[in-house]
């Protein structure tokens, strides 16, 4: 069964798929993304991804490629071509191909393209998978609220993250706050059982789509969560700790640095988290949290 992908309006063998040299995603960086988890055949938040797709779009001025049920009926459609029950969609909207020139095209259609791999979700499985964070500077641009595909300060930290055996890298401001992790938002627990995670004010990270999900999971469940910055040291301190994102879902974390955070296994919030998203993703008759920007 060959990996299938999408490349604007055509369903391709995956290792055929291509786009143009002149390509402004490739050339420029000048296109956004979205990434969605399939678990047990359902899309995990696909109207928060597509909401914020739109929304990437409009910040950048990139026409939205067709519409709205279009592109779900194109998510479906890749998700019955590649017969995957478990994984994960990519799906990338350019400005366009054009003779290259920073200025955009007069005329340009944009490129969407969507590719598929699959995932497990063995949920005992990635409570035990416990990770380690390190930190690393914050290099990366201000607009931080748009998910571009440009992405190399995240590249440069992920790959400092891998050099040390760590999952993932903690991404550190001028005034030493955590803003995010290089895919995934980074969250603590403080020991009076909050949860903390930095606000999406001034454009400083990017509005997860997991983080809303949980935002509105945790009111329902009167778990309290406080968004504000938080310093590396008080990360260190932290009773439990966690980052979300569409593929981690909620991965749990012991190790900040050369600092242990709990019992070196996952915390007793994060399990809980974790399985109240999941419940939510797979099991809550369709119904899904909307994204808002604000
Ligand atoms: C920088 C950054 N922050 C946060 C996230 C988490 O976002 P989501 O929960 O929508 O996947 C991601 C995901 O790729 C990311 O790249």
């Known amino acids: 069964m060959p990996r299938i992908a999408y490349v604007s309006g055509r369903y391709i063998p995956h290792a055929d798929a291509g786009v143009h040299i002149e390509d402004r995603g490739f050339q420029f960086a000048d296109s956004v993304y979205e990434v969605v988890a399939l678990v047990n055949g359902r899309l995990c938040d696909e109207v928060g991804h597509l909401d914020r797709l739109v929304r990437s779009l409009g910040e950048l001025r990139i026409k939205v490629p067709m519409p709205r049920k279009s592109m779900e009926m194109a998510l ?17 909207v350019t400005r366009g191909v054009a003779p290259r020139d920073f200025v955009f095209p ?28 390190i930190t690393v500077p914050d290099i990366r641009w201000k607009r931080r609220d748009i998910k571009t595909t440009a992405l190399i300060g995240q590249v440069l930290a992920k790959q400092a993250a891998a050099d040390k055996g760590a999952y993932e890298a903690w991404m550190v401001d001028d005034d030493g706050f955590i803003t995010e992790g290089s895919s ?78 709990g019992n070196g296994q996952a915390g007793e919030i994060t399990c809980k988290l974790l399985d109240l998203y999941m419940e939510y993703a797979t099991k809550n008759g369709g119904k899904q949290e909307r994204w808002n920007p604000a």
Not at 184 to 193: M, V
């Open 106 to 133: 007069k005329k340009s259609d944009t490129t969407l393209v969507m590719t598929m791999y699959p995932a497990k979700y063995d949920i005992p499985a990635r409570k035990a998978a416990v990770k380690k964070v």
């Open 184 to 261: 995934s938002n980074a969250w603590i627990i403080d020991k009076n059982r909050n949860l903390i995670t930095r606000a999406t004010a001034n454009n400083s990270i990017l509005k997860g789509v997991t983080r809303s999900a949980l935002q509105a999971l945790c009111k329902k469940e009167k778990i309290k969560i406080i968004e504000r910055k938080f310093t590396v040291a008080e990360a260190y301190k932290a009773q439990e700790a966690f980052c979300s994102s569409a593929v981690a879902l909620i991965a749990p974390v012991v190790q900040i640095d050369d600092k242990k955070i």
């Open 76 to 92: 479906r459609e890749m998700v019955r071509r590649n017969r995957i029950k478990n994984g994960m969609i990519y799906m990338q």
